[in-house]
Every structure is written in C-alpha cells, then in structure tokens.
C-alpha cells in the first residue's frame, strides 16, 4: 500500500508549531560536546522528543534521524557531521515503535520544527540506521516533496512484512527440526520476553554441542537468509569464515542467530512481540513456501556446509526437507498483515535520490533485502536514482564514523551536482581513510535473491 505525503504547511502545522516559530532566536547553545553549536529541541504532536543541532558555518544540508534524540549529541559522527557544516538531528522510536507510518510522518514534522527554528534547509535528508534505515527508504517513497534524499543504512529494505516472513521461516524451521516437542514459541510470544529469549538462546546453544544440531541449524540458517559470519560472544569480531570450512560457516551461523550483543534469535522475539501487540496479532505466514526451493537458492558456501554437516551427522537432508514441507504451517492474521501494510509498503517508485549502506554479515537486517529493494526500484523504472553499497562487516549496523561520513558526502555531491559521483568502493573507502583512518572495507557486492519479497504472493 503506497502512502501519500501531506503539504509542506500541513507537516508543520500538524508539528504544532507555527512555521515563523522561534525564527528569530535560531535556537539556543548546543551542550557539550558540541557546545560550538545551536540547537533546538522540544516534542512533537504524539510526544515523541527531537533534537537538532546546527553548526555555525552550515553548508545548507540536515540529516534528519529517527533515532537521533536518543543520545545522537555525543556521536562520533555528529561531531563529525557538525565539523563538515551539516545541521543533524531527528526523533526517538520510544513513542512509535513498530508503528512505521507514524515513525515516516514524524521525519516530516521533525524538519518542520528545525526549518521553524533555524531557516529553510536547502538539502533535507532522511537517514538512519536499522528500523531508521527502513524510515529513512520510507521517507523517501512518502515525502519526496519535503526530503530532497534519504541515506538508509542497515535498514530492513524488504519491507516490514517481508522481513518477518523471512525470520519466520528461519525460527519456524529450527523449532520443526530441533525444539518441535519444546514449548519454544515461533509466533504468539508471550510478555515474558527477556525469559522466552533465554529459553531460545540455552536451546540454540545446547543444540550447537551436538553434530545433528549443527547440521540442523545450518539449515535453518541457509533457508532464512542468515549471513555465514557473526559477532563473538563478547561483541568482537570473528574472522571472516572461508567458504570452503563447513565448521566455519556453520560456527559464523550460529553466531548470527545466538550470539553477539543482539542475536538474530533475540530480535525475533522482542520485535515480534511488540508487532504482535501493536498489530493485534501474527502478521507473518510461510503457507505456500517451499524450503527445498529457498534451500537451493542459498549462497553456494551455505549449501556445501549443510550438505558436509548433514552428511558427517549421519543425517537425512532429503528427509528433513520433507518433515518440513509436511509440517503444518503457519497462516498470518489479516488485520495484522494490514497493519504492517499501512507501515510502508516498499514500491521502488522514487522521485529523489537514495543511497543505501548494507553490511555484508548483518544478521538483523539481512544484506539480501537489498537485493529485493533495487529489483523494485529497477522494475518501476528508477534505476538512476538509486546507488546500493555494502561493507564486509558482521553485526548489526556496526559501521565506522568515517564509513558513515563517505555515505553523507556522496549525496551530498549528488544533490549540488544533480549527478551520480563516484560510489566505487576504492572511492568511499579513501574518503572514508580520511575520516578515521578506516580500513577498506566497502566491497563489491550482489546480494543474494531475497526469498521473501512482498508483494509477492497471498497471506494464508
């Protein structure tokens, strides 16, 4: 379902504020550690609080976050922002949560509030991370008149309702095949969060102790889309796992799903619930699915480590296929697949440029929506107005300042020049290099085919 963005004095007014408001003090002293510049802050109609800060020599350019006024003053990267004359700020999740179209609407009377305090902005970007990234992409399909670009880092690019169709399958398939007589939830999750994440996680761990269960979890993994490399224990990161060491592919599986600061198996639960109850209930489904086909159209190092792993197990991969597609399936609740609709629907029907950043091994927001979101764009004829970029990172999000900064500069070229500058990678890391010192890691990428796209089919 699109969704159609407002006029200019309809997102400001429905900010509460006046378009001449606070004009003329063009807001107050920042705190430490920007002190150097202005901000303003305040909360908007829903109560959802925002922060802006603006440099004294600004280049005309506001980044607008969802997540900014949750600590975004003290970033590395606001700082460097700040230094290089962008004005940047944004929300909080804390109001909207899962509620997607709210979350988009409040990017809009956000930088209402800023033009309010601080002038008009003569390059307003929409950009985040995570659900900020998903905001960002919305932002940009909602208010291509308000926003001149959006920058959506790490963010769930196959929209809301196809993402929990792809973790759906993941968790539907490990409780099928190792926890199926456990009271382990796949959908329904109960209030106990913080103790249903335990349960999953001790299962997972016990399971990745014995050669079946590593088998088993490679599958799972293979069929949902879950990147071969993860964050140890601890939150440092791993080597890269050659792609022909089935134990070493198998091991940065179960990293991505239960291990790291924010397991794949964690977020499964915690998003879930609160979808759940915002939604009214389940809005995921895998009616109709065939995991023999998702399993064959895995990336090739996660096909060989389940078939060695099975084959070294003493398991039947054939047959384990088969309990899957006999297993009963789980049908989504329509009012609540609607609810996720109303959300964003990605469209690829774009009327202003847009940048995506994707690590490689993210296990949250998987590098293969990407591949659904450019399909769209492509398809609805937008192609130009679209650059796709990926770091060889593990974790969630887990860019440098300097990765992060290159991502800005680049778009911002691309709105002074009405022109695509280069988006290599050997371009953005040494503009990265420059930052920080960051080593090259933006790499050439193709992202695998997302096996959940939506729309694509009907709920069961």
Known sequence: MKRFPGLVLIAILAAGVPATAHAAEGGKPCPDPVAAARCTDGQLADGTPYTFAKPGRWNGAVLVDLDFAAGGLASPLTASLLQRGYAVGGTTRTITGWNIAGAIDNQAAALGRFEAAFGRARYAIAEGRSMGGMVAAGVAQVYPGRFAAAIPMCGGLGGAVGQWNQKLDTVFTLKTLLFRDSALPVTGIPADVPGTQQQWLAAMRAAQATAAGKARIALAAAIGQVPGWGLAPDGTPTPVPDGRDADGVEQGMFLALAGGPLPYLGQAVSSRRAIEQLAGGNPSWNTGVDYARQLASAAPEQRNAVRRLYSRAGLDLRADLARLAAEPRVAAEPAAVAYL?????????????????????????????????????????????LRQTYVRTAGHCTYTTGEQQAAVDRMLTR???????????ATLNRLAAEVDGTSGRYLSYLPPHFNRRYPAGTPG
């Open 415 to 425: 709105l002074r020049t009405g022109h695509w500058p280069d988006t290599a990678p």
């Open 341 to 385: 609709q109303r959300g964003i629907v990605f469209t690829g029907d774009l009327r202003i440029p847009v940048l995506t950043v994707n690590g490689t091994g993210d296990q949250i927001s998987t590098v293969a929506q990407q591949q659904s979101y450019g399909a769209l764009v492509r398809e609805a004829g937008h192609a130009s107005l």
